[in-house]
């Protein structure tokens, strides 16, 4: 693809890995985030020593501290966690020509308060409905230093997935493309729940069996719901679904899987996010998923056990005994 000129929001660990693969697939990269103080490190050090220690910035990626005069943008790239986006959507609104600008949504979750898709926020805020949602198997450190990844870019026009999928594809960096933007999306949202389950029952030393029933029956948690709400089964069976519920429930890079654990110890939720010291999505997904779950009178019992655990209804060792005492049934 020729070279585009593309705007990365988010900052973080995730954005700014984002940011180097485009970068390093040579595209003229811009990086802004709501921390001005932030940006400004990024621009004295050329490094991202916050989230990325030790991954220098290349020469085309440049950390920007204001939106406006960026007419030459072609598309944008969202990275920051849920709740910051419809605000960034705003500033974007507020800044930037929307005419034909293309759209990417990389962050995973629902909108707090309202329980929307992001997408839907995205059409809420600027009227657009022509946007690529990208999800997968990913940890931003991994990515960052160029191990091989595999991701899913999905769009409800093939041509938005196809394109962003060409910015982002590298031999290191393989994206496929897919039409179901809502399964995507639902299964990139509800696995940090998932995660933080998993992190719990690793905590409290339940073995590789527990983790590995743990890990099917809320695949299947994830497919109903996400039938539900209109994807597809196929879907969950694949990058944005399994691939990425089994890379956050079974590694310590996970923040969803760190905060499970550290529930496990003993610590409150907050103390818990202290100590993380970056956007726990799960811990705002738990509530949301429940909801969305009751409204559309779908079964998710794990999830269900981590929300008491959240709200200290119950102790992450009680949660783990209420699940195994359920009624036997049939798997399928």
């Excluded at 982002?168 to 729940?193: C, P």
Aim: charged letters at 20%; a neutral charge; aromatic letters at 4%.
């Amino acid at each position: 693809m020729d070279k585009q000129s593309i705007l990365v929001i988010g900052a973080g660990s995730w954005g700014t890995a984002l940011a180097l693969v485009l970068a390093r697939n040579q595209h003229q990269v811009y990086l802004w985030d709501i921390s001005a103080e932030h940006i400004a490190e990024l621009q004295q050090s050329r490094c991202n020593q916050r989230y990325l220690p030790d991954i220098s910035l290349p020469d085309n990626l440049y950390p920007v501290s204001t939106l406006s005069g960026f007419a030459c943008v072609s598309s944008v790239v969202l990275a920051m966690p849920c709740a910051g986006l419809q605000a960034s959507l705003t500033l974007l609104q507020q800044n930037i020509s929307l005419s034909e600008l293309r759209i990417c949504l990389a962050c995973k979750g629902f909108e707090p308060g309202s329980n929307s898709l992001n997408t839907d926020v995205v059409k809420k805020v600027l009227g657009i409905d022509e946007v690529a949602v990208l999800s997968g198997p990913s940890f931003a450190r991994e990515v960052a230093e160029g191990l091989p990844t595999a991701i899913t870019v999905a769009s409800g026009q093939k041509q938005t997935a196809s394109y962003f999928s060409s910015l982002f594809h590298s031999e290191l960096f393989r994206s496929y493309t897919h039409d179901d933007v809502i399964g995507v999306q639902v299964g990139g949202a509800v696995k940090n729940v998932i995660a933080i389950a998993a992190g719990i029952a690793d905590g409290l030393g339940y073995g590789a069996n527990t983790r590995c029933a743990l890990i099917t029956r809320s695949l299947a948690e994830i497919m109903r719901l996400g039938i539900a709400m209109g994807g597809r089964q196929e879907t969950f069976m694949g990058l944005a679904g399994l691939g990425d519920l089994i890379l956050t429930c079974t590694d310590n890079q996970s923040r969803n899987r760190r905060f499970g654990l550290a529930l496990a110890q003993g610590k409150d939720p907050e103390t818990a996010k202290r100590e993380i010291a970056q956007a726990v999505e799960g811990a705002v997904t738990a509530g949301v998923v429940q909801e969305l779950a009751r409204t559309l009178q779908v079964e998710m019992p794990i999830t269900e056990m981590v929300n008491k655990v959240l709200q200290s209804a119950c102790t992450p060792r009680e949660a783990v005994q209420k699940l195994l005492a359920r009624e036997p049934r049939a798997e399928m």
